[in-house]
């Protein structure tokens, strides 16, 4: 980029009197640069004129010809509008305003032909536009004004002469002027091989197509430019990783082979198999492993974390495993503590419970070796905790972690950065996972051990809850466990939501004979896990609670999940809180309880998890319908920076920008080729850049 891009606003002609100012404070605008990666949100197909009798509710926008026929005003004071007919051979539609009358009253009048442009409503059986522009029919002006972009923009930005059109006008003034500093930053070999314009031909058609199709290949080219840098700079930081940070070589499989021949107690998955080998080849290679590993609800982690453990404790080395909760990590240790125990390891839980004695054995432990294994939650973050020789470092549902809590653990061995395995049961699409982790490695288990039942899922309206109690109820006779699910657990009067102390109420009365747990948000943590722990023991027969137990404790006989107003919850969410049950070896069950009226996106997610089991095909259509920006850990990643590439829609471009990326670094890392000096230049230049055009904001 030229020093021309990074000119500040206030030195444009058209944008004195404090309206550079406006642009920064409103939409984060600054500089020329800034102005032309603006891109529209939408555009307008003012190519076509429709037939008022072919408007349908799926029409966004609307080009209009027709005779006003009618024009009258309603109402009064502050409801006063004006209404109008249009009318054309087809049909009619009526026009409305509820601002501006006096300036509308003027310029619209009966028996004249116009051009009408707005978004159709349904409204009973008729369409009407509200607000409409509206122009007298002009034959030789529709061309003009065809393929119309249009900017977001605030209220203060409009009364300043900035809305779309104004921020249109600006670019229009702009973009030539920009043309001869604007460098090409993709080797011709690639715009080639995909057929790509030039990024001078791209950025005028972004702003101003002549045609769909201008605007669809101006969009394929800025879209593959955004996805290959940031793809290039995550695979770079990749594999910089792996040649600076040495890790410590795990090769003897000694202590992994006496495990599966004499205490693994079931059959390994084949996904548990691919994924340990992924492992150990990072692990006997001597650079430090940085590797996510995903799993859905009881695909068989834990015991992945633990032979991956035996990797470090096989070679002379102690391993780590950090849980963000207390509950998660005596989950882990108890379960671990098995295993440990009939190979004859050691292993320890430090949590911020543990007493000061206890705590000062294991660090003594820790630090003479004798400590093999240690669980715990952040506590094992804390200075004074200092191993002999850390190897391995396992972090479960890592997205709770920040990444300088990691760094901390890095940090706890002085000859070898510590192999890392972080674990999520949260399942993120492939191409999220490629570009919010695209610089870790990335292994999934996507099978459930054998013998595991898929969970039944069904969805019950209101009217069906006597239905739903009566089969609560001989699940527990059975001697099975419940969980019932509120959203909120306060009265809300902005949102018709099932408040959690009234279900708790309903839930007593509908089952006097079985005690009841109830757990939410606002309760002290040793209350939580109070009630938690007499659930677990099976003390109390039906734990009704928020979301707190999401991610929870493991009780293999709770087999119901009724989540209440599951409209109102999230399909991640709704996936995760069905992971609590189908922990045993008995047919489990999720009941999605709504009212009747549901929204399209909601009974799209109700259907979703009816149909299916898999998290990572759910987690595909939540993608798609929240976005990037709403799903666990992207809040601090590129992602949300992106300017004109979708991750939900563009797949097929990212994996190619990626494989793309992959190619250059392999074949030439330092991109010394000369026909790679265009990405070096233009790196080189976005690192020195002041403007949104530096790595920091993508990477």
């Not at 000061?356 to 054995?361: K, L, Q, S």
Request: glycine share 6%; charged share 25%; with cysteine.
């Amino acid at each position: 980029m030229h020093p021309f891009f990074d000119t500040p606003l206030s030195q444009f002609p058209l944008l004195q009197g404090g309206k550079a100012a406006l642009l920064g404070k409103d939409v984060n605008l600054f500089t020329y640069g800034d102005l032309l990666l603006y891109f529209p949100f939408r555009y307008e197909d003012r190519t076509t004129f429709y037939d008022i009798g072919e408007i349908t509710e799926e029409d966004n926008y609307v080009l209009l010809k027709g005779q006003i026929t009618q024009i009258d005003t309603v109402g009064t004071g502050e409801k006063r509008r004006m209404t109008a007919i249009l009318q054309d051979d087809t049909g009619e539609v009526e026009l409305v305003w509820f601002k501006g009358l006096e300036y509308v009253s003027r310029t619209v009048q009966k028996g004249v032909t116009y051009s009408v442009f707005g978004k159709p409503t349904l409204y009973g059986k008729k369409f009407n536009i509200a607000h409409p522009e509206v122009e007298v029919f002009n034959p030789n002006k529709v061309q003009e004004q065809a393929f119309m972009p249009i900017y977001n923009s605030s209220e203060k930005m409009k009364k300043r002469g900035l809305d779309s059109r104004g921020i249109g006008s600006l670019i229009k003034r702009l973009l030539p002027q920009a043309m001869p500093h604007l460098q090409e930053n993709l080797p011709m070999y690639l715009l080639d091989r995909y057929k790509l314009i030039s990024k001078q031909t791209a950025l005028q058609n972004i702003h101003f197509p002549k045609s769909p199709q201008h605007l669809r290949h101006a969009e394929r080219r800025l879209k593959f430019e955004e996805l290959f840098f940031i793809q290039l700079n995550l695979l770079q930081q990749q594999k910089d990783l792996k040649d600076k940070h040495n890790g410590m070589v795990l090769k003897n499989t000694q202590l992994i082979t006496e495990f599966y021949n004499n205490h693994l107690p079931f059959a390994l998955t084949n996904a548990q198999k691919r994924v340990l080998r992924e492992i150990y080849e990072d692990a006997k290679s001597g650079n430090q492993m940085n590797r996510l590993l995903q799993g859905d609800v009881g695909s068989g982690k834990t015991i992945v974390a633990f032979v991956a453990a035996l990797m470090a404790i096989g070679n002379d080395a102690q391993a780590c495993l950090m849980a963000p909760t207390e509950i998660l990590a005596d989950q882990h240790y108890n379960g671990l503590k098995v295993f440990a125990d009939k190979m004859g390891l050691s292993i320890a839980c430090l949590t911020g419970s543990s007493k000061t004695a206890e705590r000062r054995m294991i660090h003594e432990k820790l630090l003479s070796g004798e400590l093999h294994l240690l669980v715990g939650t952040h506590a094992l973050l804390e200075d004074v905790v200092q191993f002999k020789n850390l190897g391995l470092c396992v972090i479960d549902e890592q997205h709770r972690f920040g990444v300088a809590q990691r760094a901390k653990l890095w940090a706890k061995n002085p000859q070898f950065y510590p192999h890392i395995l972080v674990m999520t049961a949260t399942p993120i699409p492939r191409t999220l996972a490629m570009t919010v982790y695209g610089d870790l490695d990335v292994s999934v288990i996507d099978e459930l051990p054998a013998g595991r039942k898929p969970i039944k899922t069904v969805h019950k309206y209101e009217a069906g809850r006597s239905e739903v109690f009566g089969f609560i109820r001989r699940e527990i006779e059975k001697g099975r466990q419940v969980y019932i699910v509120y959203p909120l657990i306060e009265e809300s009067e902005a949102m018709d939501y099932k408040n959690l102390m009234d279900g708790y109420e309903a839930v007593s009365r509908a089952f006097p004979e079985f005690p009841i747990s109830i757990v939410h948000g606002k309760m002290k943590p040793a209350e939580k896990d109070y009630e938690m722990q007499r659930f677990l023991k099976a003390e109390t027969k039906i734990m009704v609670a928020t979301t707190v137990i999401e991610v929870g404790v493991n009780v293999p006989n709770a087999s119901v999940m009724v989540i209440e107003n599951a409209e109102k919850f999230g399909l991640s969410q709704l996936h995760q809180l069905r992971g609590r049950v189908g922990r045993g070896a008995e047919q489990s069950y999720c009941i999605l309880m709504t009212e009747y009226k549901l929204s399209k996106d909601a009974r799209l997610r109700l259907e979703t998890m009816v149909r299916t089991n898999n998290g990572f095909e759910i987690s595909e259509v939540d993608l798609k319908l929240r976005g990037p920006g709403d799903l666990s850990g992207t809040q601090q990643s590129g992602v949300l920076d992106l300017k004109i590439a979708d991750i939900a829609k563009d797949q097929a471009v990212l994996q190619e920008a990626r494989k793309c990326a992959a190619e250059i670094i392999a074949k030439d890392r330092e991109l010394l080729l000369p026909e790679h000096e265009a990405i070096r230049h233009y790196i080189a230049q976005r690192q020195r850049g002041n403007g949104q055009l530096k790595w920091s904001l993508i990477s």
